[in-house]
């Protein structure tokens, strides 16, 4: 079992940019393809990225690509998501999520382990 911790979320105005964090405790982090989703007020959670165990492999939304990044660090146990060029339609909570089968997923049910979420506000 692993647990996740969001941090790094706030207020920040269009154009801006802010790191997230998710640290993660237990099993040993590398075991796990990990993503990153996030649901705006009154919608459904979507997938925002996804990165392989190594790294190696990165996975993103159209709508955040060439402004999002997504990265980790096996060695403290915490993956990333660097996001810069912030729009208001951005604003939502934040989720990092652990999968332990095989392959990297876009899909929310195939992720075994969730944080609690961040919130991201983007104001325009």
């Known amino acids: 079992q692993v647990q996740l911790v969001e941090s790094g979320g706030g207020l920040v105005q269009a154009g801006g940019s802010l790191r997230l964090s998710c640290a993660a405790s237990?099993?040993?982090?590398?075991?796990?393809?990990m993503g990153w989703f996030r649901q705006a007020p009154g919608k459904e959670r979507e997938f925002v990225a996804a990165i392989s165990r190594s790294g190696d492999y990165k996975y993103y939304a159209d709508s955040v690509k060439g402004r999002f990044t997504i990265s980790r660090d096996n060695a403290k146990n915490t993956m990333y998501l660097q996001m810069n060029s912030l729009k208001p339609e951005d604003t939502a909570v934040y989720y990092c999520a652990a999968r332990i089968s095989y392959g990297s997923s876009l899909l929310e049910d195939d992720y075994d382990y969730w944080g609690q979420g961040t919130q991201v506000t983007v104001s325009s």
């Open positions: 237990g099993r040993t982090f590398s075991s796990y393809r």
